[in-house]
Nanobody
Framework: QVQLVESGGGLVQAGGSLRLSCAAS????????MGWFRQAPGKQRELVAR???????NYADSVKGRFTISRDNAKNTVYLQMNSLKPEDTAVYYC???????????????WGQGTQVTVSS
C-alpha cells in the first residue's frame, strides 16, 4: 500500500516562497502520476499540479508561472515549489498518487494527510 507523507507547509507572507515535499512508500511511486491538490475553507478541492512518471507536468491556471512540481524517483519524493505566494493560495495542500494521468483530477487512489499553507497579506 502506498503511503504519502507531506511536509513543508507553514505560514509565509505574501510574495514569499515555500516548498512542499511528499515522500511515498514503495516502488509503486515509480508507476504513478503524482500531484498536489488544495482545499480552502468553503471551497471545492482543486488540482494544483501533477507530474507523470516521465516528467510531463500540468498546472492549474491560477498557479502557472509561480509553482513548479518535480519528482525525484531515487528518493520516492515529489515536490511543489511555490513562489510569489498570494493570500488566495491559503489552503490545506494534499499530495496524491494514481496510475492514471487522464483521470487524475477526479479521484486519485492514494492521498496524504495534508499540510496547511497560510499566506498572510
Amino acid at each position: 500500500q502506498v503511503q504519502l507523507v507531506e511536509s513543508g507547509g507553514g505560514l509565509v507572507q505574501a510574495g514569499g516562497s515555500l516548498r512542499l515535499s511528499c515522500a511515498a512508500s514503495g516502488s509503486i511511486f515509480r508507476a504513478n502520476t503524482m500531484g498536489w491538490f488544495r482545499q480552502a475553507p468553503g471551497k471545492q478541492r482543486e488540482l494544483v499540479a501533477r507530474i507523470s512518471t516521465v516528467g510531463s507536468t500540468n498546472y492549474a491556471d491560477s498557479v502557472k508561472g509561480r509553482f513548479t512540481i518535480s519528482r525525484d524517483n531515487a528518493k520516492n519524493t515529489v515536490y511543489l515549489q511555490m513562489n510569489s505566494l498570494k493570500p488566495e493560495d491559503t489552503a490545506v495542500y494534499y499530495c496524491a498518487a494514481d496510475r492514471m494521468w487522464g483521470t487524475f483530477h477526479q479521484s486519485p487512489a492514494y492521498w496524504g494527510q495534508g499540510t496547511q499553507v497560510t499566506v498572510s497579506s
